[in-house]
């Protein structure tokens, strides 16, 4: 049984959790219990009871993955904002720009770059089939886009990184910054580089992906990997890394790089590539489906040098070149009133079926 | 992570430590249900107590760098929860009744958070005991914790005197401290 002084504490404790107490009960209760640490011990016990006891809010209607959410991005944002200044608290301090001259750096900077607090927004450029397209980025680096390709690049870089994202193919010359790593990104792998002139070619329909390098130095990831981790491969001048998107295999072959890079000047350049290669190449330039008939042509090589050549110029060439004939299949037109993709078939010259 | 293992706890410090977000997003997943629980039992507004354990995570992230390896990640919420709290209460002034709580009664109102035992770790006893209790005196705790009657409402329903509903509700929260006390100290 309880005695009467507990007896009556446990009744004030429980009015006062209730909120039924009167100021005279209340008096009573806080002297009870500040007079010794085991009261306030059994009070907070109490206490702790009646809470969870409650159940006014139903703890699983309280959502955790959308409030980690929540707070990851606002971590996110907060950790871009700081390395910002770091950044150029680091610029300062190595260059001991005087406080005024500092000021005026500050004030240009802002006047360029707008408001701190505002996100940069992010722009899409495409290339169209058959269109070859240039971008100066806001930091001064140059992009060509090759047919049929896309680049997601923000207005300007903010933080610690400048990355863009890639689809189908790329050559960029990077203006130089050294704090400020250069990060291009595509479904199936990430380039790093500081100063550098190299190409990117990563078309959703190509079983691979590479890298070739003009100049300079690149670190090769995995599409996920950020700036910082470790890269799984790197690159010299010369070199171009194909990664095969089904097995994840590398390979890195020395080249002569201008075959890979001369698109950007209207070039397609071939040296000892067979056929399947060069047909490959001229679908994605022009946008049409080209399809070989017969093994004995897959292997056939070519040497060959075309400059703003036109798709039916190309096929008599190749034409004239190698035991290859070629039709042009009628288009059909789609049920929305447009017409379907151009299609060639190219097949061993003198063959009967056609 | 009820009763969490502490050498995990620990594992997940040291990762919090070196700046891992996941660790991080562990911590939060474990605990944060049961801290709006804890909140709410000062503010009574949800949102507000959603809003005040999402800053205390956030500060929770800045300040991984310079944490302790003996750290205690519950200690360390509860804590700065109960801080902001009350910080709410004293400086926005928003409920009169709590301002003159916190004023009057601070030792009422301030839980000693290194004992505090977490909604999820304490729930289920509870209702396994509420079972080994007179059933009058659960029914009366039951009507104002779980239905939110006044003790005259209960007094009214179940057709005793005020003065008896008092007695029953506090013979139950009395009867749990005495079933859950091996569980609590």
Redesign the interface.
């Known amino acids: 049984m ?1 005695n009467n002084e ?2 009556d504490i ?2 004030i ?6 909120g ?1 107490t009167d100021s005279e009960e ?1 008096a009573t ?2 002297s009870w ?2 007079s010794s640490e085991s009261n ?18 139903n ?1 699983v209607t ?1 959502n ?2 959308e ?2 959410t ?3 991005e ?2 996110s944002k ?1 950790s871009m904002s700081s390395n910002f200044w770091i950044y150029w608290k680091r610029i300062a301090a190595v260059l001991l720009v005087p406080l005024l001259l500092g000021n005026i750096l500050w004030f240009y900077i802002s006047y360029k770059k707008g408001p701190a607090s505002s996100e940069p927004n992010y722009n899409e450029t495409y290339a169209a089939f058959g269109t070859r397209t240039a971008i100066k980025l806001a930091d001064g680096s140059s992009v060509w886009l090759n047919s049929g390709s896309s680049l997601k690049y923000p207005d300007r870089f903010k933080g610690r990184e400048r990355e863009v994202y890639l689809k189908g193919e790329a050559y960029f010359e990077v203006e130089s910054n050294p704090v400020l790593p250069f990060i291009v990104k595509t479904s199936s792998l990430a380039v790093r580089a500081t100063g550098t002139k190299f190409n990117v070619s990563d078309y959703t329909d190509d079983m691979n992906s590479s890298v070739t390098l003009v100049s300079g130095k690149v670190f090769i990831n995995g599409p996920d990997e950020t700036a910082t981790g470790n890269p799984v491969s790197e690159l010299f001048p010369s070199q171009r890394l194909i990664l095969s998107k089904q097995t994840g295999e590398l390979s890195i072959v020395k080249e002569d790089v201008n075959e890979y890079i001369s698109w950007k000047d209207g070039k397609l350049i071939f040296r000892n590539k067979p056929l399947s290669y060069v047909i490959k190449k001229i679908s994605q330039v022009f946008n049409v489906d080209i399809e070989l008939q017969g093994n004995t042509l897959q292997d056939y090589r070519y040497r060959a040098t075309f400059e703003d050549e036109s798709l039916t110029e190309i096929l008599k060439l190749l034409k004239v070149s190698s035991p290859i004939d070629y039709i042009e299949v009628k288009r059909n037109p789609l049920p929305d009133g447009t017409f379907e993709k151009k299609k060639i078939i190219i097949f061993p010259d003198g063959s009967p079926s056609y | 992570m009820r009763k969490q293992d502490p050498l995990v706890e620990r594992v997940l410090v040291i990762k919090l430590i070196g700046g891992d ?1 996941e660790a991080f ?1 562990t911590i ?2 474990a605990y ?3 801290l ?3 909140a ?2 000062f503010t ?1 507004e ?1 949102d507000t107590a ?1 809003e005040i354990v ?1 800053e205390t ?2 500060k929770l ?2 300040d991984h760098e310079s944490l302790k390896i003996d750290f205690s990640v519950k200690s360390y919420l509860l804590k700065s929860i109960q801080n902001r709290c009350i910080d709410l209460f004293r400086h926005k002034k928003i409920r009169q009744i709590h301002l003159e709580e916190v004023k ?2 601070s ?2 109102f301030e ?2 958070t290194d ?3 977490l ?2 770790e ?2 289920d006893q ?1 209702k396994k005991s509420l079972l080994l209790i007179p059933p009058d005196c659960a029914e009366a ?1 039951r009507m ?3 239905d ?1 009657y ?2 005259q409402e209960i007094a009214e329903k179940l057709n005793v005197s005020v003065r008896t509903v ?2 029953r ?3 139950a ?2 009867l ?2 005495e079933h ?1 006390k091996d569980y ?1 100290n």
């Open positions: 309880l507990e007896a446990d009744l404790i429980a009015k006062y959790l209730a039924e209340e209760l806080v219990v500040e306030k011990q059994y009070y907070d016990q109490l206490r702790n009871i009646w809470e969870v006891a409650s159940s006014k809010v703890p309280i955790i993955n409030n980690l929540k707070v990851l606002k971590i907060r | 977000k997003s939060f997943s944060y249900r049961d709006v629980m804890f709410l039992s009574r949800r959603e999402q995570f956030f992230w800045e009057n009664n030792v009422l839980y000693n004992n505090y035992i909604r999820s304490l729930e509870i705790f104002n914790r779980n939110g006044k003790y008092e007695n509700i506090s013979k929260l009395h749990l401290q859950l609590l």
